[in-house]
């Protein structure tokens, strides 16, 4: 593992427990799945538990909008979360995915928007 990815995708602390390390949510890729951490606006924390997204919650990423928002999914609910917003709230990862991952997401993603 290179030095640069151990930041991002946490490492083993004692007792080889997995800890997963926070960034924001605006770095987060088509295909990943995530607990939100943190949310740093009253507002959007108020909004985010009205759609079952506060804080502890788990949500993966359903695909990003080029220069637009970030579409997460919790549970059966999806939505759009703006850039400057999604700098504003921490995640944790649960899984981060992979080429082959993203691709498949994002080809249904296009065929949903679509079709």
Do not use: W, Y
């Not at 997963?20 to 909004?47: K, M, N, P």
């Amino acid at each position: 593992m290179f030095a640069g990815n151990r930041k991002n995708r946490g490492h083993r602390g004692m007792g080889g427990r997995h800890i997963a390390s926070t960034r924001t949510l605006d770095t987060v890729r088509g295909g990943d799945e995530f607990e939100v951490a943190s949310i740093d606006d009253d507002d959007a924390r108020v909004h985010a538990i009205r759609f079952g997204m506060g804080a502890g919650s788990n949500c993966s990423c359903v695909t990003r909008i080029p220069a637009g928002p970030i579409v997460l999914k919790s549970g059966r609910q999806e939505i759009a979360v703006g850039r400057k917003l999604a700098q504003r709230i921490a995640v944790k990862d649960v899984r981060r995915a992979g080429a082959a991952r993203r691709a498949a997401v994002h080809a249904e993603s296009r065929e949903t928007l679509v079709g």
